[in-house]
């Protein structure tokens, strides 16, 4: 299995990013793919979730209403849109991948999902 973030980089507050998670090795379509995010210093955060078997979706607070999560079955992969950036979402964000494929049971609860990817670094400046 191999979950390959992308798409981070440095941004200015206010700006946006779109992250990228391709996903090679597993039944992408009964997965539930999570973004999450680790600040140095800082607990693993779980921001994000989407279901590709039910299209159930999960939002933390930290980013619902600045974020949009979405998935192409066709390319295997997975996008996190954030918006409105502020330099407390600097953090190495990483995808993974949960077998039991339902956002409202494993939101961002990090032991529910077994397959991780390398992070991509996100910087936003003041």
């Known amino acids: 299995v191999q979950l390959q973030a992308s798409g981070g980089g440095l941004v200015q507050a206010g700006g946006s990013l779109r992250l990228s998670c391709a996903a090679s090795?597993?039944?992408?379509?009964?997965?539930?793919i999570g973004w999450f995010r680790q600040a140095p210093g800082k607990e693993r955060e779980g921001i994000s979730c989407?279901?590709?078997?039910?299209?159930?979706?999960y939002s933390a607070d930290s980013v619902r209403g600045r974020s949009t999560i979405s998935s192409d079955n066709a390319k295997r992969t997975v996008y996190l849109q954030m918006n409105s950036l502020k330099p407390e979402d600097t953090a190495v964000y990483y995808c993974?991948?949960?077998?039991?494929?339902?956002?409202?049971?494993?939101?961002?609860?990090?032991?529910?999902?077994?397959?991780w990817g390398q992070g991509t670094q996100v910087t936003v400046s003041s």
């Open positions: 993974a991948a949960a077998g039991f494929p339902n956002c409202t049971v494993v939101q961002g609860t990090y032991q529910m999902y077994e397959h």
């Open positions: 090795g597993l039944a992408f379509d009964n997965y539930a």
């Open positions: 989407i279901s590709n078997y039910d299209r159930s979706t």
